[in-house]
């Protein structure tokens, strides 16, 4: 080794470098900067002394210190009455119940509302992962579970905006966020996504995530029909340069809510330890602070989970863990939980799937407060931990494990078609409000798109002057709904409408609200979690259960048996008689499986049996040997059907090939599972390895020494790819495996 | 759960909201627009269902619900932080008092209390 290599690590530590899990950043524990999830030296003990009804210490902290967060949460957050009883529970008897099933969840939640941050965080903080969970699926306040999406994109597109929301809708998201990148394209987001959500689905609730005042102002106006992006922070100093206090985000609640528009606050672990004013806290504690404010100022709902950073949680110890713990401690706050797993937290797919599988078994009111709907680079939070790219991933997990995490698969007809509706409502509604114009070609691109790079150059300028037109004309949601009755959308007018009615009753400002396709609210008040244990609780409806299971890539033995109709292959065999024994010494005998010819046309690597059978015969050619083709029809196991062809064949060696492919030689005097050579890994086998097999035959049959095949490189999940075909196959095979004698076949193969 | 006879700011019932209505013109914004009584029934709901402050909070918006957006704006405006002096913010809570907002009105006398204590006051 040269000298400039001797400070370099192994090849095996080499390797493991390289791998994309070490693009991320794990940070030793540092209290001192709040870099600790849980237990920092500086986190109080938890206390709590009332004097003459009225909060004089709590968490350790005396009133004349108390800052804002403590005096918000001191005046308004606490259930007095229920505190002493509350406080003098212990944290492992409280652990206990959390994951006893004899324990409702309204008791939990009624002595939770008298617990401080301290108090309340310290059994959670006992809680194991798997008790995490339990203790989800069972104080979640909404009993059917949902899902939100991000639906933005680059260039803010309206068209491209609208057809993705209308997608969203399709794959069963109920809430839509949508954000921008250049700030003053807000209102025709807003606008675009509105559209697409009514163009997708009834009762889709829409976000547009902006600074504070203007998402009010969307709001109020009609645009949108929730809010989202009103962030609480765990310490005074970081939440005052959030530019608010816990009385102006109260004054926003209520603000929301007067106008009968549902909002839920955000906040998440290690957001004030990046923002360097975690003041030696751990990042539960502070989440415990911001969890007991949301509440105490009247939020409905809390979007936590690490958020922006979850990836700051994440790179210390038990940090992911304790991001599920944040999302226990807003739905034991009796509060709607939108459970993070929106910012994608690492490079690694297993750590990112490892992050959010909780959630999407234990079951959330939202499991992520962001799925990118997008792609990732269309995704203007930033990546998500789930986007585009996972769609289908996802649906294939609620499938596995029979959850629901509020996904469903989008018939591929209804998308093509909903994406171009979405399209024309809006270049429509865009053109009758005198906003924009759109060309069909930009039209036909948008519907097309699998993400803005696939529209070309478009006029970024024109989404600005919109943009500037809705919010300075004065036009409101209503003006939406007319517009789009006089441009022929009726039922899209309809649907607008009922949203904006919906602010009249009010029902959706309850906590966990959403609607179902019927426009029935669904929430803590007229859907509770009633879990208490195996058998209660959520599960879903058969239909919705047959929704989960029917994804669009599951096949039938009937799928595949259609698939492998080929009469012009099958013609090419045909029967001569009852197979004999040969007695030519260069004969080898190709026993084929009992569906060649007859059911089954190409092999797993997708070659038809001619095709491998060509090479075969080629091989044994080479070797001047004869050939003769015998299909076996009392077994479909390859050993068997190999030695069956050795035993007829005059040189006692012989050929097993299955039509899935599969092949092995074999030779007269061996035991059926001992064979001398096997080309088991029929998705690989490709035309060189089959002219090598009947090389080898020949050479075996000849009495010299071949050189054996070798299983090629693969890292392929070989056996996810094709087991299920694999299934089809050998059903297929063996209705066919009669008991019959074998058969001498001949072939019209072409060479 | 509200009953279905929701009556809209302007005092209409949410049943009568049409899409005809909303293009002749004969509906408005404040037809689509929550009243105060809705608010505080949904308070009732919210104590009902264990969370009192989700009512106060309702409750909160049910006076506010009198409010023009853009006062509504401007009274988070000044409650952010170093917007207002506490006599600013006293003002504005008498202001709220004789309009029939005694809730909103307590808030921000809490609120300039507790700004004046911690540097959060103009």
């Given at each position: 080794m040269a000298d400039a290599d001797v400070n370099r690590p192994i090849g095996r530590v080499r390797f493991m470098d390289a791998q994309r899990v070490n693009l991320d950043g794990f940070a030793t524990e540092n209290p001192g900067l709040g870099m600790v999830a849980y237990d920092s030296p500086t986190d109080p003990t938890p206390s709590l002394v009332i004097r003459d009804g009225r909060v004089v210490e709590m968490d350790g902290r005396a009133e004349a210190d108390f800052d804002s967060i403590d005096e918000f949460i001191a005046r308004h957050g606490l259930d007095l009455e229920v505190a002493e009883e509350a406080m003098a529970v212990g944290d492992l008897a409280y652990a206990r119940m959390l994951v006893d099933p004899a324990v409702p969840r309204g008791e939990l939640v009624r002595l939770a509302s008298g617990m401080t941050p301290a108090k309340l965080a310290a059994p959670l903080a006992m809680l194991r992962?798997?008790?995490?969970?339990?203790?989800?699926?069972?104080?979640?306040?909404?009993?059917?579970?949902?899902?939100?999406?991000?639906?933005?994109?680059?260039?803010?597109?309206?068209?491209l905006l609208a057809a993705d929301a209308a997608t969203a809708?399709?794959?069963?998201?109920?809430e839509l966020e949508t954000t921008v990148p250049v700030l003053n394209d807000a209102p025709s987001n807003a606008l675009a996504v509105t559209l697409g959500s009514v163009v997708g689905a009834p009762g889709v609730l829409v976000q547009c995530s902006v600074e504070e005042a203007l998402e009010l102002e969307l709001g109020l106006r009609g645009f949108v029909s929730y809010a989202e992006t009103v962030s609480l922070y765990g310490t005074h100093d970081v939440f005052v340069d959030g530019d608010d206090t816990p009385w102006s985000k109260a004054l926003l609640a209520a603000a929301y809510?007067?106008?009968?528009?549902k909002m839920r606050v955000t906040s998440g672990g290690g957001a004030e330890a990046l923002m360097g004013g975690a003041e030696g806290y751990s990042m539960f504690y502070l989440e415990a602070r911001c969890v007991a404010l949301a509440r105490a100022i009247g939020a409905q709902g809390v979007q936590n989970g690490g958020i922006d950073s979850a990836s700051v949680a994440a790179s210390v110890p038990k940090g992911v863990r304790s991001l599920a713990a944040e999302n226990l401690m807003v739905m034991l706050r009796n509060l709607e939980s939108c459970s993070g797993n929106d910012a994608l937290m690492s490079e690694s797919d297993m750590r990112r799937t490892a992050r959010t599988l909780p959630t999407l078994l234990a079951g959330s009111d939202f499991i992520c407060s962001g799925f990118g709907s997008i792609q990732r680079f269309d995704n203007m939070f930033g990546p998500s931990n789930l986007n585009a790219e996972d769609i289908d991933d996802f649906l294939a997990i609620q499938r596995d494990w029979g959850v629901d995490g509020g996904l469903r698969t989008a018939d591929t007809d209804d998308l093509a078609r909903l994406r171009r509706r979405a399209a024309e409502v809006t270049r429509d509604v865009y053109a009758w409000f005198g906003l924009a114009d759109f060309t069909d070609d930009h039209l036909e691109r948008a519907v097309d798109a699998a993400g803005s790079k696939d529209l070309g150059t478009t006029d970024t300028l024109a989404v600005l002057n919109a943009a500037h037109t809705i919010k300075t004309s004065g036009m409101t949601g209503l003006d939406v709904v007319s517009a789009l009755h006089q441009c022929g959308y009726p039922e899209e007018a309809q649907r607008l409408l009922d949203m904006l009615a919906a602010r009249v009753d009010?029902?959706?400002?309850?906590?966990?609200?959403i609607f179902d396709e019927q426009m029935n609210v669904l929430s803590l008040v007229t859907d509770p979690n009633d879990y208490l244990g195996p058998g209660t609780g959520y599960d879903p409806s058969p239909d919705r259960q047959r929704e989960i299971d029917a994804i669009r890539q599951q096949r039938s033995v009937e799928d595949l048996r259609r698939a492998q109709d080929d009469p012009e292959e099958f013609a090419r065999f045909s029967v001569v008689g009852e197979a004999a024994v040969g007695t030519a010494a260069g004969e080898v005998v190709v026993g084929l499986s009992p569906a060649v010819g007859r059911a089954i046309s190409r092999t797993l690597s997708g070659l038809t049996v001619s095709e491998a059978?060509?090479?075969?015969?080629?091989?044994?050619?080479?070797?001047?040997?004869?050939a003769r083709l015998v299909r076996v029809n009392d077994s479909i196991d390859l050993g068997s059907i190999g030695l069956k062809a050795a035993r007829l064949a005059g040189s006692g060696i012989g050929i097993g090939l299955q039509a899935k492919g599969t092949a092995l030689i074999h030779r007269r005097d061996l035991s059926p599972l001992a064979n001398l050579e096997l080309y088991s890994v029929a998705p690989t086998i490709g035309r060189a390895d089959y002219r090598l097999l009947g090389v080898n035959a020949g050479r075996h049959a000849k009495g010299a020494t071949p050189d054996p095949a070798r299983?090629?490189?693969s890292d392929e999940a070989i056996e996810a790819r094709y087991h299920t075909r694999v299934v089809a196959l050998v059903a297929i095979e063996r209705a066919l495996a009669t008991g019959g004698a074998a058969e001498e076949l001949a072939w019209k193969g072409e060479r | 759960m509200s009953d279905r006879n929701s009556l809209a700011w302007s005092g209409r019932e949410a049943s009568e909201l049409s899409v005809d209505g909303v293009v002749d013109g004969v509906l408005g914004p404040d037809d689509i627009r929550i009243g105060p009584d809705?608010?505080?029934?949904?308070a009732d709901v919210a104590r009902a269902h264990g969370n009192p402050q989700l009512a106060s909070n309702f409750e909160r918006a049910a006076e506010l619900a009198a409010f023009e957006e853009s006062e509504i704006l401007a009274l988070y405006e000044m409650l952010r932080p170093r917007r207002a002096t506490a006599e600013q913010l006293r003002a504005k809570a008498d202001e709220l008092e004789g309009r029939e907002a005694p809730i909103c009105a307590a808030f921000l006398r809490e609120a300039a209390a507790v700004y004046e204590r911690t540097g959060l006051t103009a």
């Open positions: 992962p798997a008790e995490l969970m339990i203790a989800m699926t069972k104080v979640r306040a909404r009993r059917t579970p949902s899902n939100q999406a991000h639906v933005t994109n680059r260039l803010d597109d309206p068209l809708a399709a794959f069963g998201f109920r809510a007067s106008r009968g528009v009010g029902d959706y400002l309850q906590t966990a609200a059978l060509v090479e075969v015969l080629a091989g044994l050619e080479e070797e001047g040997c004869i299983n090629p490189y | 809705t608010l505080r029934r949904q």
